[in-house]
């Protein structure tokens, strides 16, 4: 299985500022996932990016709000834009590679004050 | 409608005892699931998959299918207390994309006591 670099692995930020997560895979994979974990909650999908085109949102999620960036085929970004408390929640991506079982990052601890 | 359910719980279970957590999807035509464990301030660890044409037993885990009542269900034998986690059920809805997007259900606590 591919192995995640997920950073930064907590932030502490601002109401009305953004926060920009990094994910660096070790192994060129096609799709690249992100999430959002509620405290307490389960997993939801925010969506699906693909390099070389446009992310894929799922619904409820809006490119305004978490742009997403996939400029090769080990790295991804997702920025979490003009923050609430709302927010705060943990952001995890996640790869599928070679078929081998979907993999997940160590994931971002965002608390927004 | 993309739904993945599962029990909540907690479930308890005994050390030694069988664990059976299960899960139900909506799409009937879902062909891939998998089942991840996830401790307290951890990220889900994989820990099988299956596909739509069987089921699969790994060590103590055995993940099997009911296509016909939608649901998937996760037993794990001789549970250790090690096992103590929440499992999430997942489903890929994407039939026929290369999409491969998976949807996951809330969680089940399972607690295992000495």
């Known amino acids: 299985s591919a192995v995640i670099s997920q950073k930064p692995s907590r932030d502490i930020c601002q109401r009305g500022t953004s926060l920009t997560i990094q994910c660096q895979v070790d192994?060129?994979?096609?799709?690249m996932f992100w999430y959002r974990q509620q405290p307490g909650q389960s997993l939801t999908l925010i969506a699906t990016a693909n390099q070389g085109s446009e992310a894929t949102y799922e619904s409820g999620f809006v490119i305004d709000k978490f742009p997403i960036s996939r400029p090769n085929l080990t790295f991804s970004t997702l920025t979490v834009s003009n923050m609430s408390p709302e927010d705060s929640s943990i952001y995890l991506c996640?790869?599928?590679?070679?078929?081998?079982?979907?993999?997940f990052g160590s994931g971002t601890r965002l608390t927004v004050v | 409608q993309k739904e993945v359910e599962q029990n909540s719980g907690p479930l308890s279970v005994p050390e030694g005892a069988i664990a059976s957590l299960n899960c139900t999807y909506s799409d009937r035509g879902s062909q891939s699931f998998f089942w991840y464990r996830q401790y307290s301030g951890k990220s889900p660890e994989l820990i099988m998959f299956?596909?739509?044409?069987g089921d699969k037993e790994d060590g103590r885990f055995t993940a099997q299918l009911n296509k016909a009542s939608q649901y998937v269900s996760l037993l794990i034998r001789d549970s250790q207390p090690s096992d103590s986690a929440t499992y999430l059920c997942a489903v890929n809805f994407d039939r026929g994309s290369t999409l491969g997007r998976l949807y996951f259900g809330r969680g089940t606590q399972l607690t295992v006591w000495p």
């Open positions: 192994s060129q994979v096609t799709m």
């Open positions: 996640s790869v599928d590679f070679q078929g081998g079982g979907y993999t």
């Open positions: 299956i596909y739509s044409n």
